[in-house]
């Protein structure tokens, strides 16, 4: 894994990591309908980046459409469960889209799956709609808008979060639903649990390599 | 090098946006400082949306129009063009906490007695957030945790017999905490200090005052 990782190495652009993604999943795709078996999941994570590199370089509304169909209905959903009604988390999951699209340029596939990015658009939107506690944030870091962040970094990134999402899946039912409570906004700081003993280690050292790799770039 | 992270259940409670806005603060100045729980929160981060990803129920669907109601939103306007960000690493005080003290250079100290100084910061009151200044070398006011405390240094350092905090660290204190950490010799040092204990001026402050009025 060490060279794979080395800072020096030449960066590739994030549109040669998409069509290799293209690839990829072409070939899962292949296989499973060779072997007649559920779709690979691992693919999913890199499919929503490509659709949104389209609406950040081309306002390609097609691709916007696939990712509002997907997206849309699950920040509904998300928002009803942290207490909102359903007139105001449709308005709230509409208006989360609008910042999708008009925010698609920053989103950093070499730090986050779409599905992550959607989720902190969702929750600062919530915080302003139940009027829940300000939340102010660390200054973002990112790219200048010539650069892309590494192809390698952007496919290992997109294969933990799918490789989570199924670690989460198969956690005790009770324990998932803290996590769940937790995330709906149920949940206070004292309620949480002191070792959640989740499996965040290996993402974390991604994005801890994709964060060195801005970081060096902007000294 | 910073020694001392936040929590694991910070950083949740943070992601998933149900903390206090004074232990917010702490949080975010931390971050602002530290590379390693940046990287922590945003694995918290991808939990969240691994929970979005799979938010769903039976009876929920966008309404009929939402898809060509936003499509007309989105469709006079461009998508932000990325900008490179220089945020200064050296300066006193991070962004998250600039936007609460104003001019770093006009910090609006109210005195303590013994040369310790306090800035309340306006904060929603369910925890109360102050930059704390303890003149070097001298002990840092003695307090009883009441809850939850967070101490964040910004500038010099403070130590007990155990653990030394330096810029960046962060102690996570409680009611079992019982120490009394003394400011290093050379610069004042400059803490966050947040607490979940109610807001009580009247009680608190002759109670900070104590050991540097010597009653």
Known sequence: MGDMFDI???????????????????????????????AVSAANGLEWVTLLRKVADAQDTDAFTALFEHFAPRVKAFLIKSGADHAMAE?????????VWKKAAQFDPSRASV??????????????????????????????????????????????????????????HKQRVMIERAYFGDLTHSEIADETGLPLGTIKSRIRLALERLRHSLS | MINHHLSDKLLMAYSAGSLPEAFNLAVAT??????????????????????????????VSMESSALSATLER????????????????DALLPAPLRDYVGDPSHIR??????????????????????LLLIPAGTKVPDHSHGGLELTLVLQGAF?????????????????????????????????????????????????????????
């Open chain 1, 115 to 172: 599905a992550t990015w959607i989720f902190t658009i969702a929750r600062n939107r919530r915080i302003d709609m139940l009027r829940r506690d300000r939340r102010p944030e660390p200054e973002d870091l990112s790219w200048g808008p010539d650069e892309e962040p590494d192809q390698l970094d952007i496919l290992s990134l997109q294969q933990e979060s799918d490789q989570l999402a199924a670690a989460i899946a198969q956690l005790p």
């Open chain 2, 30 to 59: 931390h971050i602002a400082l530290c590379d390693e729980c940046r990287a922590r929160l945003a694995s918290f981060d991808a939990l969240g949306g691994v929970i979005l990803e799979e938010a769903s129920a039976p009876d």
């Open chain 1, 8 to 38: 020096a190495r030449p960066s590739h652009t994030a549109r040669q990591a998409v069509e290799a993604a293209d690839k990829i999943f072409a070939e899962r795709e292949t296989k499973r309908r060779g072997k007649r078996q559920p």
């Open chain 2, 109 to 130: 100290w109210r005195s303590l007695g013994g040369g310790a100084k306090q800035m309340i910061l306006a904060t929603t009151e369910q925890a109360t957030a102050r």
């Open chain 2, 159 to 215: 130590a007990d017999e155990h653990d030394r905090f330096g810029r960046g660290d962060i102690e996570i204190a409680d009611e079992s905490t019982h120490h009394q950490p003394i400011a290093e010799p050379g610069e004042d040092c400059i803490c966050l200090a947040v607490t979940d204990a109610p807001l009580r001026f009247r009680g608190l402050l002759p109670r900070l005052a104590q050991p540097f009025l010597g009653i």
């Open chain 2, 74 to 89: 989105v469709k006079t306007g461009k998508p932000t063009p990325r900008a490179r960000q220089t945020a200064p690493q």
């Open chain 1, 91 to 99: 308005e709230c999951a509409q208006d989360v889209m609008v910042t």
